[in-house]
């Protein structure tokens, strides 16, 4: 089958990618369709059980997906390709080595472009102990020292900042995005901090349920969404999208896509990505009916 796209400017391209597990054969993905531009630093969002990890985890190559394509690069994926560098959650890395030796390692798998200084700097807090004496964090922390090492053009990272700390986060952080500055390194980055992704990502992919809910430029995004509260209720938002509605006060607030100019009266601001991301995670989103809230493949596009 012909991959999606060979356009030099889309990193990731998916169409129709469906994967199921279980003798019942459960999607976890179901049909899902959109495109990552390169050069973005794009933030994976969904709850648990959404779909992220295993999302991952077919783009490095680590599995195939039962139907659709995928497109890495302008090829397919493939574990161990050289362009890609994979940071899984349960952080691989063998026990018995020591933090040198894990890098020395990461230097001979990665002959021809292995940043020894960047990979170095990283993981220099770590001393030179073995990696089973290390903590959840450290491991976390040299793990990533040897994604950023490989200096690829498509960074996956799944919950890169979980175990952690609030100032190694910040550090580990500002490693990133000086890499991602310097190299325009592709990024496509899950977590469940979403604050977290707001200062660092300008693209959103968001999942639910393993379907894409919503995919594109996080400030096309939420300028194409607004907060407004008005009197009354609901009934008095007829004529556009309505994501989420509350009461407040003797009024209802909402998250809608506006289908034309706002009335004048009405109270209305650009949402944060939070509050775009938890409406369109709410169960009553598009809230009267089952109607999906993701882009159209043309908008996705």
Not at 65 to 90: C, D, K, M, N, W
Request: proline share 7%; with cysteine.
């Amino acid at each position: 089958m012909p991959f999606p796209t060979s356009s030099p400017d889309t990193a990731l391209a998916a169409r129709g990618v469906t994967q199921r597990f279980g003798r019942k054969g459960r999607a976890v993905l179901d049909d899902c369709t959109f495109d990552v531009p390169a050069g973005v630093v794009s933030a994976l969002v969904g709850p648990n059980g959404a779909g992220k990890s295993t999302l991952l985890e077919l783009v490095a190559g680590m599995r195939r997906p039962a139907s659709g394509t995928l497109e890495v690069l302008g090829g397919p994926p493939g574990a161990g390709h050289p362009r890609v560098a994979y940071l899984a959650q349960h952080r691989p890395l063998f026990p018995r080595f020591t933090v040198g030796q894990t890098l020395r390692l990461g230097a001979r798998t990665n002959p021809s472009n292995w940043d020894a200084e960047l990979a170095g700097r990283i993981a220099e807090p770590l001393g030179d102990e073995r990696v089973g004496t290390l903590s959840g964090g450290q491991r976390t922390r040299l793990a990533l020292a040897l994604a950023l090492g490989k200096r690829a053009d498509l960074l996956l990272l799944d919950e890169p900042m979980a175990e952690l700390d609030v100032l190694a986060r910040q550090e580990v952080m500002g490693l990133l995005m000086a890499h991602v500055a310097d190299t325009g390194t592709t990024v496509v980055m899950s977590s469940h901090i979403i604050s977290e992704l707001a200062d660092v990502c300008d693209h959103l992919l968001l999942l639910d349920r393993g379907t894409v809910r919503l995919c594109g430029d996080i400030d096309e995004l939420t300028a194409s969404h607004a907060v407004v509260a008005v009197p009354g209720g609901a009934e008095g938002l007829g004529g556009h999208t309505v994501v989420e509605t509350r009461p407040a006060g003797r009024g209802t607030s909402a998250l809608i896509r506006p289908a034309g100019p706002l009335p004048a009266g009405w109270d209305a601001r650009t949402p944060s990505l939070e509050e775009l991301v938890l409406a369109h995670l709410t169960p009553a989103a598009v809230g009267h009916a089952a109607a999906p809230t993701s882009l159209s493949k043309e908008d996705a596009a």
